[in-house]
């Protein structure tokens, strides 16, 4: 036993040793921005010094109060659409069925693979032309429909551990089929819940191309068209873009932490059961 | 309740049986518009403009010869070789988070802590990402800085500005950005290898290269099967952000991707119709993928 030990605790070294390395890679972007965000523009070109400047001029570079409700509203309407629409279709899909019911279902799941590049021109004619760009309304219902897709395979996969036997006891009391989703189906699936909030807050949060699109006022810019214009133009001052890159990356990465479990619940749903 | 004669119960299953079903389509129907209007009509009417000269106003029908001119756009080669060069990155956004999970799974002291931060880049937008990477392969960026650090002072590189380098560039950004979700597709899979099987096979005598290989590969199969076509559906449709960032899809034509190509032809150039035709091409390369990804779902149920 004695002279197996001894490799092992050395192996266990060099492990700790390459997990710190690669951290330090993962770690990179934060770095990036904290250490260039506390820099003038002159200290960054000069490559030396720190201040407070880019912080303290960063609302009058960027709307960044602005950008973040919009940001917010978006993100809460869309997610808020998903659930309405994406609850009733899945438990109608599991326990609902209907004619043709697997057959829609197949192709709305196929749905989650159209990438919106490949729509891109039509969607955009087609919002264009109903007069949708004016506030957040084409942005939402492209978020939604394209969120759906998934929310609806979600929970339509959850709903089929749900018994039979309650929906039919809640029929029998009377409750109705949408008194049985709200009151039965919809307290059971809150982990569900849970999981496609968070996977979608992130996505659309984090997303740019239906913000750069869709919403046509510039007053109305979520956080992250409003930095990659910024950063596409050329002219902004790196260490103000950083600092409005670190207040992007804060919700998203709080929800991320505190709700690790109910993404990687959502990233395995279809494979790990 | 018992007292209910014979034939009431099979009447009124009856109707049950319809009343569940209408419920049923009701219920479905909001989510199915929805995917309707904004998913299947749109590609519908891409099929539709493809055939034709359109400016986002007034489309004309010219046929099949928008078709044959597209494909004799090297612009469009340009981006569909671009893409496939990007495949090239596919091994190295399976492989590192492969290891990275395995490290992961051998809970060293401060694991945990360690997940955390691996995870950490997954919750940032691509957008800053890129800048942050726009900034590391920049001329007075950290990648010189490192060169210079290890002693190469007179060599400096450029990776975004030079059209042979910088597809070099995004590949390598692309990687970073795909470690997080992979590796957290791959530690989930390990969670579920029962340990008494590595154990067995340890005191059978099997070393830790041949456990990879016989158990914990082949238990993994499917998740990394699931993370491929994750990978590539990144690939081909979730560079934009990058693109739009960090390089604008040049020098030149260098990084332009095909999603990347559809929004300079569209919204740049002003031609809504080959715009539509390109959405097409792209619509069926990820439909292909797509259908890979249906059949891992469905051979599992």
Not at chain 1, 100 to 108: A, E, Q, R, Y
Not at chain 1, 242 to 269: D, E, H, N, W
Not at chain 2, 83 to 102: D, H, Q, R, Y
Request: hydrophobic share 55%.
């Amino acid at each position: 036993m004695g002279p197996v030990k001894k490799p092992r605790r050395l192996g266990r070294w060099v492990l700790f040793v390459i997990m710190m390395f690669v951290a330090v890679i993962m770690l990179y972007p934060f770095w990036v921005m904290i250490y260039t965000s506390l820099k003038s523009e002159g200290q960054f070109l000069a490559g030396s010094g720190f201040s407070w400047v880019s912080w303290s001029s960063l609302s009058s570079v960027i709307p960044i109060g602005q950008e973040v409700l919009s940001s917010t509203i978006v993100c809460a309407s869309s997610i808020l659409l998903i659930l309405i629409v994406g609850l009733p279709a899945g438990f109608a899909f599991s326990k609902l069925r209907f004619r043709m019911s697997t057959g829609i279902f197949l192709v709305m799941v196929s749905a989650m693979m159209v990438p919106l590049q490949a729509i891109l021109m039509t969607e955009y004619v087609n919002v264009s032309r109903l007069h949708l760009t004016g506030g957040y309304t084409a942005a939402v219902l492209v978020y939604a429909s394209l969120g759906t897709p998934f929310s609806v395979f979600l929970f339509s996969t959850y709903f089929r551990g749900v018994p039979d036997e309650l929906i039919e006891a809640g029929i029998v009391d009377g409750l109705g089929y949408f008194g049985v989703l709200w009151r039965l189906v919809v307290p059971i699936a809150l982990p569900a819940i849970a999981t496609v909030t968070v996977l979608q807050f992130i996505q659309i949060w984090d997303d740019l191309l239906v913000g750069l699109f869709f919403i046509q006022n510039t007053s109305d810019r979520p956080i992250t068209v409003g930095l990659a214009v910024l950063a596409a133009g050329r002219t902004t001052s790196i260490p103000e873009l950083m600092a409005g890159s670190i207040i992007s990356a804060l919700p998203a990465m709080l929800v991320y932490v505190g709700f690790q479990r109910y993404l990687v619940k959502g990233l395995t749903m279809g494979i790990d059961r | 309740m018992a007292t209910i004669s014979v034939n009431a119960p099979k009447a009124r299953r009856l109707t049950l049986k319809r009343r569940r079903q209408l419920a049923g389509v009701v219920f479905a129907l909001p989510a199915i518009a929805l995917v309707i209007c904004f998913i299947g009509i749109p590609i519908g009417q891409d099929v539709y403009y493809s055939f034709t000269q359109w400016d986002g106003q007034t489309a004309t029908w010219i046929g099949v010869s928008t078709w044959s001119q597209a494909f004799h756009n090297p612009n469009l080669w340009t981006a569909l070789r671009n893409n496939g060069l990007l495949l090239l990155s596919v091994p190295f956004a399976l492989g590192l988070p492969l290891c990275i999970a395995v490290l992961l799974h051998q809970r060293v002291a401060g694991w945990r802590i360690f997940r955390t931060i691996y995870f950490l880049p997954t919750a940032i937008s691509w957008v800053v990402l890129g800048l942050v990477a726009e900034r590391f392969f920049a001329y007075q960026g950290t990648l010189n800085s490192i060169i210079h650090a290890l002693g190469f002072s007179h060599f400096s590189t450029n990776l975004l500005g030079y059209q042979s380098e910088a597809l070099f560039a995004l590949g390598i950004t692309f990687i970073f950005t795909m470690i997080g979700t992979n590796t957290m597709l791959f530690l989930t899979g390990l969670a579920t290898l029962d340990p008494s099987l590595e154990e067995a096979a340890r005191i059978d005598g099997a070393g830790r290269w041949r456990i990879f290989r016989n158990i914990t590969l082949p238990h993994l199969s499917r998740f990394i099967q699931l993370a491929f076509v994750m990978t590539v559906i990144a690939l081909f449709s979730a560079l934009f952000s990058l693109i739009f960032v960090m390089t604008g899809g040049g020098p030149g034509y260098a990084t332009t991707t095909v999603e990347y190509l559809i929004y300079q032809t569209g919204f740049n150039q002003g031609d809504f119709g080959t715009a539509a035709l390109y959405g097409l091409i792209l619509f069926v390369i990820t439909g292909i993928v797509g259908i890979v990804q249906l059949r891992l779902i469905g051979s599992n149920e």
